[in-house]
């Protein structure tokens, strides 16, 4: 069974830090892309970030260049987010989802397989 279970979220004051990850499994991992997904309250579900099956590519949106970092640790099966100087706008459900392939669209329609999700909640 496909599982992708994202944690590390939580509140957090504007300006702070939050890790989160995202462990997978049911599948090779090392054979995936990884993106991370954020939906906000009555907005679509829109890309934030997300690295090739061997990290070699990564791509940021706007909104996470240079506060945002992906990595992942493919003997742990685990993708990370590290995201700092966060910003009120910045609260949303985030997501990571997975895709077979090197490629990383930032379009959540090319992902196969979805976490659950884990709550952002950053206050002014």
């Known amino acids: 069974e496909v599982q992708l279970v994202e944690s590390g979220g939580g509140l957090v004051q504007a300006g702070g830090s939050l890790r989160l990850s995202c462990v997978a499994s049911?599948?090779?991992?090392?054979?995936?892309?990884i993106g991370w997904f954020r939906q906000a309250p009555g907005k679509e579900r829109e890309g934030v970030s997300c690295?090739?099956?061997?990290?070699?590519?990564?791509h940021y949106e706007d909104s996470a260049k240079g506060r945002f970092t992906i990595s992942r640790d493919n003997a742990k099966n685990t993708v990370y987010l590290q995201m700092t100087s966060l910003k009120f706008e910045d609260t949303a459900v985030y997501y990571c989802?997975?895709?077979?392939?090197?490629?990383?669209?930032?379009?959540?329609?090319?992902?196969?397989?979805w976490g659950q999700g884990t709550q952002v909640t950053v206050s002014s």
């Open positions: 989802a997975a895709r077979m392939g090197s490629a990383v669209p930032t379009a959540p329609t090319f992902y196969n397989y």
């Open positions: 049911g599948f090779t991992f090392g054979d995936y892309a």
């Open positions: 690295i090739g099956y061997d990290d070699s590519t990564t």
